[in-house]
């Protein structure tokens, strides 16, 4: 029973964080070096994350700088961000390339609040399909007579209240996430 309340809160856990690394990567309308976290850039025949090949820094409010430490990957860098669909296009000015985020329009904005809470509420079903598989071991563990049904209803409730706050947190940093896109 231990066990599934430790599996339970470890896939929980990785839910959260997961929606976390989601949200940084969504464009507020400022600058945030999260949004290069997936772009990958051929270094000499190997994909390698952006921030490996170079140095990723916001030089102000609307605009990062990208210094690769090999300034023959410059025309690479720019390619994968143009591939990787993040919205903005960069300039090279040969030594650095630059990525200035212009300020998001309020169709934008909803847009992306939509995108947010969609990506919310796909955390809240994997959530809940972690419910479900520690529901089918307790019942699993019932049914074979290891635990007597007390103990399988108290660890009910147990996984019930832990899967309620996981999605309290869930529906808090949506909030905040929210908050932050729709704030001019």
């Keep these: 029973m231990e066990e599934i309340l430790l599996v339970l809160e ?17 464009r507020a309308g400022r600058a945030n070096p999260h949004i290069l976290d997936k772009v990958l850039v051929d270094y000499y025949g190997t994909m390698s994350p952006l921030n490996q090949v170079g140095n990723i820094s916001v030089s102000d409010a609307k605009c ?3 210094s690769p430490w090999d300034v ?7 390619k994968a961000i143009i591939a990787s669909n993040i919205g903005i296009n960069p300039t090279n000015d040969g ?11 309020e169709e934008r904005r909803r847009e992306l ?30 049914n074979n ?22 999605i309290e947190q869930i529906e808090k940093c949506t909030a905040d996430k929210e908050k932050e896109i729709l704030s001019v």
């Design 72 to 78: 023959s990957l410059l025309k690479g860098i720019e």
């Design 64 to 66: 990062l700088v990208i």
């Design 10 to 26: 470890e896939r929980l856990e990785k839910t959260f964080s997961v929606l976390k690394e989601n949200y940084a990567s969504v």
């Design 145 to 166: 007579k290891e635990i007597s049904e007390d103990e399988c209803a108290g660890v009910e409730k147990d996984v019930e209240k832990t899967v309620s706050k996981c």
């Design 113 to 142: 609040a939509k995108q947010i809470k969609a990506m919310s509420e796909e955390s809240k079903v994997a959530a809940r399909n972690v419910r479900r598989d520690a529901m089918e071991a307790l019942k699993k563990l019932k």
């Design 95 to 105: 030594k650095v390339i630059r990525l200035v985020f212009p300020d998001l329009t």
